[in-house]
């Protein structure tokens, strides 16, 4: 007798359990499902290079540059490196260089969605227009402003 008890109080005790379980169930599949947002990431590597007029020389430290530099600008013969700063951000995010003119500003914008990937980011610099840029990892960009009797050349070179 006391185990029939036993089993009808278990059977009661049982279905509240398994209504509150499927009850859980419905609601935790009908809940909206946040999508997760994926961090992109991207380096650009800066170096600031300073032009001038006189003895052809290139500093060897822009070696793998002498050929761009040398066609760039037929004037200056002159190229000495100024500073090298890394930059490592993340979508949205914005990094600072100081130039001797003012201030680079470069902002990550992400990953373009074609299937040749590239980096899609935002210059701006003192005397030009902000540009929007989209560049294949590995590729380089090449900005030239005017100061004095010299050229500041900023080679941006994108990476993953």
């Known amino acids: 007798m006391i185990g029939k008890m036993w089993q009808t109080l278990a059977k009661r005790a049982m ?5 509150l379980l499927a009850v859980t169930a419905e609601a935790h599949a009908q809940a909206p499902q ?8 991207a380096s ?3 170096r600031v290079i300073e032009a001038t007029k006189g003895t052809p020389s290139v ?5 793998d540059l002498e050929r761009e530099l040398r066609s760039l600008h037929r ?5 000495t490196l100024i500073k090298t700063e890394s930059q490592n951000l993340t979508t949205g995010t914005r990094g600072t260089l100081r130039l001797p003119n003012g201030e680079l500003v470069i902002q990550f914008l ?3 969605p074609d299937k040749a990937q ?6 701006e610099m003192p005397g030009m227009n902000a540009t929007v840029r989209a560049v294949a990892p590995g590729g380089r960009t090449l900005d030239v402003l005017q100061l004095g009797d010299k050229l500041i050349i900023v080679a941006t070179t ?3």
């Open 44 to 46: 650009f590597q800066v």
């Open 75 to 79: 004037d200056y013969a002159r190229f």
């Open 34 to 41: 946040v999508p997760t947002q994926v961090v992109e990431r």
């Open 15 to 19: 279905v509240p359990a398994l209504v």
């Open 110 to 112: 992400g990953l373009s």
């Open 158 to 160: 994108v990476g993953r």
């Open 59 to 63: 500093d060897p430290k822009l070696a």
């Open 118 to 123: 590239r980096v899609r980011h935002r210059v």
